[in-house]
C-alpha cells in the first residue's frame, strides 16, 4: 500500500510545533483548512484551549494533521516504546499480538470487528483505548495520551514521542 504523503506545508509548520512554537499550531490549522483537511477545526481549538498543555498539545496538534497510516505506525511505536520502558517482557505476549495487528492497519489491512474483539480480549485498558479507535490519528492521540498519564518519566516520554513523529515527518515515508 502506498503511503500518503504529507504536504510539505504542513510538514514544516509540524517540526515547527515540535519546536515548541506555539504558533506554528494556528498556522498549521490555517494549512489544512486550505487543504480541507478534516482536522482543521480540532488543531485551531487546541491553540485555543485555555488549559494548552505543552508537549502533549503540540503533539496532538500534529497528529491530527499526519496521514492515518502515519499515525497508527506511531501507535504501535509509542505502545513499543513504553513497554521497553517499563521493562516489559513482550516476547509471545498480547502486547505484540495487538502491535502486530495494529501495524497491519497501518499498511491498510482491515480488521472485522469480531478480530478486533478477539484481539482485544483480556488485553490491559490502555490498549482498548486506542486499538478501538476508527482513525490512526485518534489511536496515535489516544496511545501517546495514554502513556503520559502513567507516565513517571519527568519529562523523557514526552521528548521521545516528540523525536519519533519528527523522525517520521524527515523520512521517506512522508515523502511529499
Known sequence: MKRASIDPIVSRHCLAVLDGDKDAILLLADRLQELGHPNADRVRELHNHPYFCAPRDESVAVLL?????????????????????????????????????????????????????????GAPGYYQSWVKATTGNEAAINALCGILAFSATAGKEP??????????????EASF
Open 65 to 121: 494533521a499526519l496521514p492515518g497510516n502515519m499515525c497508527w505506525s506511531l501507535a504501535c511505536d509509542f505502545a513499543d516504546h513504553w513497554m521497553t520502558e517499563i521493562h516489559a517482557d513482550t516476547s509471545k505476549s498480547k502486547h505484540s499480538q495487538i502491535v502486530q495487528g495494529c501495524r497491519g492497519r497501518a499498511r491498510g489491512l482491515q480488521m472485522s470487528e469480531k478480530q478486533l474483539a478477539q484481539l482485544l480480549e
Open 159 to 172: 521528548a521521545w514521542q516528540h523525536r519519533r513523529i519528527r523522525e517520521y515527518l524527515l523520512s521517506p
